[in-house]
């Protein structure tokens, strides 16, 4: 695809900052909505956030019902359990609050809601689906596609349509706060895989490369400080930031052979999806370098490396060797068989990756089953 020649638009409308979140009942009036269906997980309950967004809806009076069957790597039965709850309550809109499992689990509900069958003769036709996102990783929080977790061949499935974006999401960086030490690291490494896959997919374009960039620059700035001290808000911040890039850049973009390799594996082996692609993540970037090697080395230069005096093929191997050095600073220094991944499971792997069409598509290097292999075995 041709970088200059593009179309430019981003559905969701975004709300970011410190204490942004004081502006959810305000926008709930703006969409004349009342009966709102909450789809969260435990963990944000646990943690003492959910509360902080129903204080904001109680003080207004706003009408709300709690969903919080959500669990990691959300499946079909979840999405049909919030369906039947979102139907027997008749509401009228959906506030996901969490990472990327609860908000993807509203935005299957709301599609299936929509669904011209189950919806015939309800009152609300428009469902409207804001996101309010507590993790720094995901960007789910914007982008126009769902993963959702097949139970029965413990598969995950990716569908992506512009229905599936959210009308609106409020990124108020005072809700990571509480976000624990191995959380953050493995969210910033999703956002950052996000980043670097999109920037470097076949599909990009200029305006989303720039997105990418930025957010690969917020990564190396502000990660090891989230991890370092959940409490600075100004890292926080950066790193709420650098998931939102992610979220737009990839929805516009595609993704590429990390993800491709990690809903498969993260599938069948219950594994958090960030920690499978910053497993995979310096594996990738060294199979596709030579597919793209300006690119890889603006991206070392991006991560803080002085490039001036390397050749371009130098620079953009040294963007692998930051990528490992990033891992192992922030604690997330392992491997697929520290993981209890099978080496004899690899043939399964390869030919479920090969079926993931959508970012296979997109990787900047063609891919054969060969390929594959090989980079499940360097990751071992």
Known sequence: MNPFNFE???????????????????????????????????????????????????????????????????????????????????????????????????????????????????????????????TSGSGSEVTKAIVITDENSKRKFTAMDESLAPDLTIVDPELTKSLPQYLTAIGGMDALSHCIESYVSQNAVLPFEMIATKGIELVRKFLRPAVGNGSNMKAREGMSLASLFGGISLTNCGLGLVHAIAHPLGGKFKIPHGMVNTLLLPHVMKYNIISNPPKFAYIAELLGISISEMTEMEAAYQSVEEIKKLIEDIGLSTTLSQLGVPRDSFDELVNLTMEEKLMLNSNPRPVKKNDILKILKEAY
């Not at 969490?98 to 036709?125: E, H, M, V, W």
């Open 8 to 134: 430019f638009q981003i559905k969701t409308k975004i709300k970011f900052g410190r204490g942004m979140i004081q502006e959810l009942s305000e926008s709930i009036y703006l969409f004349n909505i009342n009966k709102i269906m909450i789809v969260v997980d435990h963990g944000i309950i646990d943690a003492g956030i959910l509360s902080q967004i129903t204080k904001v809806m109680d003080e207004e009076h706003i009408n709300y019902f709690i969903f919080d069957k959500v669990k990691p790597d959300p499946t079909l039965a979840i999405v049909n359990e919030g369906l039947a709850f979102a139907l027997e309550n008749e509401i009228e809109g959906l506030i996901a609050v969490g990472g990327g499992s609860p908000i993807d689990t509203a935005k299957a509900i709301r599609t299936t809601f929509l669904s011209q069958k189950l919806n015939k003769g309800l009152k609300n036709k428009n469902l409207p689906l804001f996101t309010i996102p507590t």
